[in-house]
């Protein structure tokens, strides 16, 4: 008798459980349990825009950020500062920050208030190291 077959289905099915339960345990693909609008959270999801071109970089900010899970959570900070007239954005995962370049003076509450709306945290708000000498 050929127990090949009942094997190969057995492993399968194994797999199978195995993804299901970190599903179920987890709440959501990120760990995020659906806060940050990447896994059918309350977010606003994101749009994909090309990268922003802006004019002479006036002044720039980095970021602090908190609550970012995946590349869908970066694409929504990403989106949610480029939707800011003159201001261009490189958000990374790790470490969760964003290096904003903006053409004019722009509040940091303005930066802060759109990374917030999409469900995310800033935790600080500063000068580059290279533009502080």
């Not at 896994?39 to 002044?59: E, L, M, N, Q, Y």
């Not at 949610?80 to 722009?106: C, F, H, K, S």
Request: proline share 6%; hydrophobic share 45%; glycine share 8%.
């Amino acid at each position: 008798m050929n127990f090949a077959p009942y094997i190969i289905g057995a492993i399968f099915a194994a797999l199978f459980a195995i993804a299901v339960w970190r599903i179920i345990r987890k709440g959501t693909c990120c760990g995020c349990h659906g806060d940050c609008g990447c896994c059918g959270g309350s977010a606003t999801p994101p749009r994909h825009p090309a990268d922003k071109a802006i004019g002479a970089v006036a002044r720039q900010r980095v970021l602090a950020l908190d609550g970012l899970h995946c590349a869908h959570c970066v694409s929504s900070v990403k989106t949610a500062l480029e939707a800011i007239p003159g201001v261009a954005a490189d958000v990374t995962l790790n470490p969760q920050r964003a290096l904003v370049q903006m053409d004019r003076a722009i509040p940091d509450e303005t930066l802060r208030k759109a990374v917030e709306e999409q469900g995310f945290r800033v935790l600080s708000v500063n000068e580059p190291a290279e533009s502080r000498k």
